[in-house]
């Protein structure tokens, strides 16, 4: 066997990450075993099948994904900083950047917002979990194993340095010889077969398991934007599937899908690519919005301004969705027609996100506004979103597009949309539900700071990259001479940058400052809030609702307060509880095996772990396990502990 | 675990429907899965380079063969459910088991056309054109031979829990899965050889 291929050479700073990865394992290792926390890893987590505790899962796998895009930012930006940097080399240039988008977008936000779904989703319709709760540790494992398959390439083999959009020819095996974009290939389709269950699971949750009463009109705006991003997933994910497959075989088996000779067409791979890649933009931004829409709603005292046309909107978005991909490569031939037509519908997508705008600021008028941090990173989302948006506009246009295609206006004018458009979504999102989840809010004192920090950086780091992108700077170019005067903006772009770690440093330390010392909650609804979740109570116990409640009308908890009308009417029964179990872990170690044999042609251990995967899936089937009772009398203990009297 | 009696077996109680509704949505992100392979093979199906064509590869004999067979696969498995709702076991593993012997023939014919295929020098590597047609039928295999899998499966949990609300609830499923492999071979059928063949 050729060892050669799995070595990574010559830079100190992949030592240091080697190092550091196993000193981390070995801490890990030691800490569990020391305080003989192995099983109860195993028993509540690892077998865990409950929708909150998966999200958690989710939410703090993303969060150390933020760090590792973050740390790639950083790197970025200083091989930028000033010209003729020798910070990192071209290669490692490369590789830092596409590994940064493949972990934001797929591994961070994703699984952020997949995280706030699992959580929220079945408390605001009132059930007491997913369709489908096995499927959905299926899922999560799924996604948890491909995003370490891709985290390992940097110090076994190497990253994949083709670009996150990986364009044919390059990232052929004739142009990326290395086996990182293997591990692109086969990393992104199994974290992505996890992302297609996870949308086949909440479609049926949401529309099978509501509380009775609950119309699809009176459906918490979150709940409705899951909804339609699911529908989304559902159908773009199946492109993904086989743009990947695709890949793998002019990889690994020498087919001829996107080569340059033999009849292979290597825009086919740009066009399958971006089917999924445009509606990826939604699957994470539609979600954030009915996020925004929950914050605005709670903290204006109001309830939502124009509902309707709220859902509208997104269902017009997720259609025009389908229909823009190609604004991704108008400087790539595809002639006037083409152009125009995919110009148009991209301008239109501006008129839905537009009356999506309005609606906040309509319901914001006149509302009684408490400035909580939630409800800062949602205020600050309204502006710096639409200047993402206006932009958006602009490289819309496809003859003015072929002066900024591919410069760093492109850059600005993505992360101006992804970053409130995802990212503020998700901390905001994280700040609101964290006593839902906790049962105490994190400090808002600390949590402000960290506001500022991050949302002043983060116009330093970015919009200096809009003038930079006029100014003639291509995206992707690791370093400049000094004639270009790209120096004192990028400069200032790396300052922004550090102040948004230093920003990030400060959300984490609140975690754990609140942890310690923030007051305990106990009626369950801290905000005065609107919607289902905070009528149970905190930190939620495992069946959800003791009793399944009743819906009337739209924000139903707020109705129940404000005209003391009951949510719980029936009496307390048992209640039906999934098992935990371990194979949905297993079958994520297998596939992790097997990406990880197909990376490097092992076939022998690929074809092993195939099989592998086969006697899971039938164990699975043949499991007879349908789970267990909760008896009603500790139901009623539970929900008296809960309020705090004595059992 | 309630169960309505007012309904067929396989819908009786709530995590029943719901995993019947799940495999619909389910189906609807395979049919976008193959409506990409199918779009693929048609920006392909010119562009055979110096390879063979399309009409200079296929044959009518063996497809026509395949298409008997997973049609008739699919009438068996129809009869299954409905023995099945009648609460016919034995009828029901008969058809079953047929429905699965049809699916191997049509596996094994399949794999003797790839091999034909490959002696004739038309392998993967040849063109854009081979690459799309072996990538599109090979995943419709693949689903058919996970089928096989998946099917024998459920034959044995029939053989050992007799017709129950999970059992018959599988086999409702697995019918929908098989019926929906024999709708995607009828479009290969049509536009891949039909088409290919004039």
Do not use: C
């Amino acid at each position: 066997m050729d060892w050669d291929k799995f070595k990574v050479h010559g830079e100190p700073l992949i030592y240091g990450a080697m190092a550091s990865i196993v000193l981390a394992t070995i801490g890990i290792i030691v800490g569990l075993t020391y305080f003989k926390k192995w099983g109860y890893l195993w028993r509540e987590w690892l077998t865990t099948v409950d929708h909150k505790r998966i999200g958690i899962m989710y939410i703090l796998a993303a969060l150390l994904m933020l760090f590792r895009g973050g740390v790639d930012a950083m790197m970025m930006k200083l091989q930028t900083a000033a010209p003729d940097m020798k910070f990192l080399d071209s290669q490692h240039y490369n590789e830092v950047f596409t590994t940064h988008g493949l972990i934001m977008i797929l591994f961070m936000a994703m699984p952020f917002i997949i995280g706030l779904m699992n959580v929220i989703v079945p408390l605001q319709i009132g059930a007491r979990d997913v369709a489908f709760p096995r499927l959905n540790a299926v899922s999560f494992w799924l996604f948890f194993f491909g995003a370490m398959l891709l985290n390992i390439s940097f110090v076994i083999g190497g990253s994949p340095d083709a670009g996150w959009s990986a364009y044919f020819p390059l990232a052929s095996i004739e142009f990326s010889p290395t086996v990182g974009n293997n591990y692109y290939s086969l990393a992104l389709q199994i974290s992505g077969i996890g992302t297609l269950l996870t949308g086949v699971n909440f479609i049926v949750t949401i529309l099978k398991m509501r509380a009775p009463g609950m119309k699809l009109m009176k459906m918490p705006m979150f709940t409705w934007s899951v909804l339609i991003t699911n529908v989304i997933i559902v159908f773009a994910f199946p492109v993904l599937t086989v743009a990947l497959a695709l890949m793998m075989f002019d990889r690994l088996f020498g087919s001829q899908f996107f080569t340059m000779a033999n009849g292979g067409m290597d825009m086919l791979w740009a066009n399958l690519f971006w089917v999924w890649g445009h509606p990826e933009v939604y699957i994470v931004v539609l979600p954030a919005f009915g996020i925004y829409s929950e914050i605005i709603a709670t903290f204006s005292k109001k309830n939502l301004y124009g509902y309707t046309s709220m859902v509208f909107s997104m269902l017009i978005i997720s259609l025009l969705s389908f229909l823009v991909w190609a604004h991704h490569f108008y400087t790539m031939g595809q002639g006037v027609m083409v152009n125009s037509f995919f110009s148009i519908t991209t301008m239109a997508i501006a008129v839905p996100t537009g009356v999506k705008i309005f609606n906040w600021l309509f319901t914001l008028r006149k509302g009684r506004i408490t400035f909580t941090t939630p409800m800062l990173y949602t205020l600050a989302f309204i502006p710096i979103f639409t200047i993402g948006g206006v932009t958006g506009v602009m490289l819309a246009m496809a003859s003015a597009d072929y002066q900024y295609h591919n410069t760093m206006f492109l850059v600005a004018h993505f992360h101006y949309v992804l970053i409130p458009g995802a990212v503020f979504a998700v901390i905001a999102g994280f700040h609101y539900w964290f006593p839902k989840v906790f049962g105490f809010r994190l400090n808002e004192r600390l949590g402000k700071h960290a506001f500022w920090w991050i949302i002043i950086s983060f116009n330093v780091a970015f919009f200096p990259l809009f003038i930079l992108g006029l100014m003639g700077m291509t995206r992707r170019q690791y370093t400049y001479s000094a004639d270009t005067g790209f120096g004192p903006l990028s400069m200032l772009s790396f300052v922004g940058a550090v102040g948004l770690m230093i920003g990030f440093v400060i959300l984490v330390y609140n975690i754990y400052w609140s942890t310690r010392y923030e007051p305990r909650d106990t009626d369950g609804d801290p905000w005065d809030a609107r919607t289902l979740e905070w009528a149970t109570k905190s930190p939620i116990p495992a069946y959800n609702f003791a009793v399944v409640p009743t819906v009337k009308t739209r924000d139903a908890f707020w109705t129940s307060k404000m005209d003391k009308v009951p949510l719980f009417e029936d009496k307390i029964t048992k209640i039906h509880m999934p098992s935990n179990t371990g194979k949905p872990f297993i079958l994520g170690v297998i596939f992790f095996v097997a990406g990880f044999s197909l990376v490097f042609s092992l076939w022998i251990p690929a074809i092993i772990s195939g099989v592998g995967i086969l006697i899971v899936l039938a164990a699975m089937s043949f499991d007879r396990d349908h789970g267990f009772y909760i008896p009603v009398e500790e139901v009623i203990a539970t929900e008296k502990k809960l309020r705090g009297e004595t059992v | 675990m309630k169960i309505d009696a007012s309904k067929p077996l396989e819908y009786s109680t709530e995590e029943n429907s719901n995993k019947i509704f799940g495999f619909w949505v389910f189906l609807g992100a395979e049919i976008a899965l193959f409506a990409t392979l199918f779009t693929v093979y048609f920006v392909m199906v010119d562009r055979f380079a110096s390879g063979p064509s399309g009409p200079d590869l296929f044959e009518i004999g063996p497809v026509m063969i395949e298409t008997l067979l997973l049609l008739s696969s699919s009438f068996t498995i129809g009869l299954a459910v409905h023995a099945m709702r009648h609460g016919y076991q034995k009828a029901m593993m008969v058809f079953f088991g047929l429905t699965l012997l049809m699916g191997l023939g049509f596996l094994g014919i399949e794999i003797m056309e790839f091999v034909t295929y490959v002696h004739e020098g038309a392998t993967l590597q040849t063109s854009g054109f081979l690459s799309s047609l072996f990538v599109l039928l090979g995943t419709h295999g693949a689903h058919v031979s996970f089928g096989f899998l998946w099917g024998a499966a459920i034959l044995i949990q029939l053989k050992r829990q007799g017709i129950t609300p999970a059992t018959a609830n599988k086999s409702f499923i697995f019918s929908l899965y098989w019926h929906f492999l024999d709708v995607v071979w009828i479009f290969i059928f049509s536009f891949v050889y039909l088409k290919g063949l004039m």
